[in-house]
């Protein structure tokens, strides 16, 4: 079936995503807003609503040419208490002050929680998160057409550099403290958004739609936290009900820092699954687009982690171990014949010798090396994300 799909896909150019193409009706929207966080809602479909505060306001800042000014002021902004700067417009301060507050239902206690989890998992997390998220989010037509033909799809090194400065934020041990930065990311990733929500509409490559609907951002969402913790339940990683809620919370409050809505934020890992299982499904599949970004992904990591260390070949594993095997295949992912079903086999002895559940002994010499890969690879991100900072872009990917 998947190969059928691609196969379809690929002659139909790839536009419409996996079941669009195959004539497949998507279900209406199901899940119940009292599995949310408000515990209620309209119950709206959330494919046919975006951010109605941050949207009219960017694309005013964009038509008002106002945003390489305000990209200049924002440059400095970079810590969770730090006062706006001045002669930001009007509108956008009044914006931003209201965008920046934690909701009422942030608990800090959860969220202190939450760093320390994240610090004693970041192995597995940022793994997860960096190659994982990333590998999934060229598995989503929707998102790698808009990454693709918005301006960072030209450089995706860049555009690498760029996101994973928000996953780091999220995962940082203050991320919401005061002198932490993860309100400061979302707010402009939220900024950024709306800008992309209004210049993608302009591009020829474009189907004329509203990109970034309030489906297509939990969507994203699931790659992160969901996918993450069902992983590492696979892992069999020991994990207390404590540390799950709280690593849940962070992401919750990140989503609501991003601009989804509470009436759609998932409010336990139940909610989070039932509502992932309805719409990752209709949502994901191949693209050309997301095969070329894998690929230009996946060479990066290859040719730019300490060079020689680490090859394509088991950039390739690590990445179709991460994914497994369908979204890898979406992806274009080579199957590697060596480093595939050994990552298979060493990767959970891994897990449980630093668990503390097995002995050194019973660790192959090999792990090592895919040890090392993996970190590696998050070296690579970690450093990428010093170099630059979020801007609001003003135009589309140059021709
Ligand atoms: C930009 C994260 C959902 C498409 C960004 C940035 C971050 C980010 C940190 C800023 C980096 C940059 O400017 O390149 C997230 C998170 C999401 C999410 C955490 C969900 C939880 C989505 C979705 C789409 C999308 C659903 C498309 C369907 C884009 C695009 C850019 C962007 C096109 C700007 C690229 C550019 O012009 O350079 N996102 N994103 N994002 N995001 Fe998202």
């Known amino acids: 079936m998947a190969e059928l799909s691609r196969r379809k896909i690929l002659i139909s150019g790839g536009a419409l995503g996996a079941l669009g193409a ?194 297509d951002m939990l969507v994203t969402w699931h790659t992160l936290p969901t996918f993450a913790m069902r992983r590492m339940r696979d892992w069999q990683v020991p994990m207390t009900t404590a540390d799950t809620d709280a690593y849940l919370h962070v992401w919750q409050v990140t989503a609501h820092m991003l601009g989804i809505r509470d009436e759609y934020i998932p409010a336990t890992w139940a909610a989070a699954n039932a509502q992932s299982d309805q719409i990752l499904p209709r949502n994901m599949g191949p693209t050309p687009e997301g095969v070329i970004l894998t690929d230009i992904l996946l060479g990066q990591l290859a040719e730019q982690t300490s060079p020689g260390s680490i090859s394509r070949p088991l950039c390739n594993a690590l990445a179709r171990y991460l994914v497994g095997d369908q979204v890898a295949d979406w992806d274009g992912i080579r199957r590697e014949p060596v480093w595939g079903p050994l990552i298979s086999t060493v990767w959970p002895l891994l897990v449980k010798f630093r668990e503390g559940l097995i002995p050194l002994p019973l660790v192959p010499e090999t792990a090592w090396v895919i040890d090392e890969a993996a970190r590696q690879y998050i070296l690579f991100y970690l450093t990428k994300g010093k170099e630059t900072k979020i801007v609001i872009p003003t135009v589309n990917r140059p021709e």
């Open 22 to 215: 195959l004539g497949v009706a998507t279900p209406a929207w199901s899940w119940a807003p009292s599995g949310s966080i408000a515990g209620a809602g309209t119950g709206a479909d959330p494919r046919w609503v975006w951010d109605a505060e941050a949207d009219p306001l960017v694309a005013a800042l964009i038509d008002r040419g106002d945003v390489p000014l305000v990209n200049q002021l924002l440059w400095d902004w970079n810590r969770n208490d730090q006062p706006l700067p001045a002669g930001l417009p009007a509108d956008l301060r009044d914006f931003m002050e209201h965008a920046r507050q934690l909701p009422a239902w942030a608990d800090r206690v959860k969220l202190e929680r939450a760093a320390q989890f994240n610090k004693s998992r970041g192995l597995y997390l940022n793994l997860l998160n960096g190659v994982g998220g990333g590998m999934l989010s060229t598995a989503i037509p929707k998102e790698a057409r808009a990454v693709y033909y918005s301006k960072g799809g030209a450089d995706m090194e860049d555009r690498v550099a760029k996101t994973s400065i928000l996953g780091f934020a999220v995962g940082d041990l203050n991320a919401y403290r005061p002198d932490g930065d993860c309100v400061v990311q979302a707010v402009k990733t939220r900024l950024v958004h709306a800008a992309v929500r209004h210049l993608l509409q302009q591009s020829p490559h474009w189907d004329g739609t509203i990109p970034i609907s309030q489906e």
